[in-house]
């Protein structure tokens, strides 16, 4: 299992806040860009690069059941497809919907198809791994993000979005005290 928590918290390798989230990305198969940080500042998230044809692929159950249990209490886990690990995602959109929806009846959002790994990578991939000191090695690699928009922990493939350190970690940023918002301008 691997797992960067603890060396993240120590360490003190987190993100500013609104860098982070601030980019745009379209949802699957759709047109109008989604802005993340009005989108999903001052959620917990869980950052998820998926793929449709992988060993792995059968964790999209669990994301799923992730997301409706604590979506009422200000999370959301935020799939990007990817077809960098051995082209293990389908080319086309629409197909890599009706997949994750009709196979793993997945309603968490879901982001155009992007690189996470090397200099192709989208910047949010290349913060986070900047952030981590861990780019995705394999699909189903996890980023928790917490309502301030720092990076708390970096799961890897092969820890299970219902392992135990991950629920831990997940219930520990959902009772952080929430982000105070700037004070009103007085004018």
Excluded at 37 to 62: D, I, M, R, Y
Excluded at 172 to 186: E, G, V
């Amino acid at each position: 299992m691997v797992c960067s928590i603890g060396f993240l918290l120590a360490a003190g390798m987190v993100m500013a806040g609104s860098g982070l989230l601030d980019r745009s990305y379209r949802p699957l198969a759709g047109k109008a860009p989604v802005n993340l940080q009005q989108a999903h500042g001052g959620k917990v998230l869980l950052v998820v690069n998926t793929a449709s044809k992988c060993g792995f692929t059968p964790q999209f159950e669990a994301l799923e059941a992730l997301h409706a249990k604590y979506k009422g209490e200000g999370f959301s886990v935020l799939g990007f497809p990817s077809g960098d690990f051995m082209n293990q995602e389908y080319a086309d959109e629409k197909q890599i919907q009706k997949f994750c929806t009709l196979t793993y009846g997945v309603k968490f959002p879901m982001f155009e198809k992007v690189h996470v790994k090397g200099d192709e990578a989208t910047p949010l991939y290349r913060d986070l791994a900047k952030a981590t000191g861990e780019a995705p090695s394999w699909n189903f690699h996890k980023y928790l993000i917490g309502r301030d928009g720092q990076v708390l922990a970096s799961f890897g493939t092969r820890t299970k979005p219902d392992d135990k350190v991950v629920i831990d970690a997940i219930e520990r940023a959902l009772k952080a005290p929430r982000p105070a918002k700037p004070a009103a301008k007085s004018g």
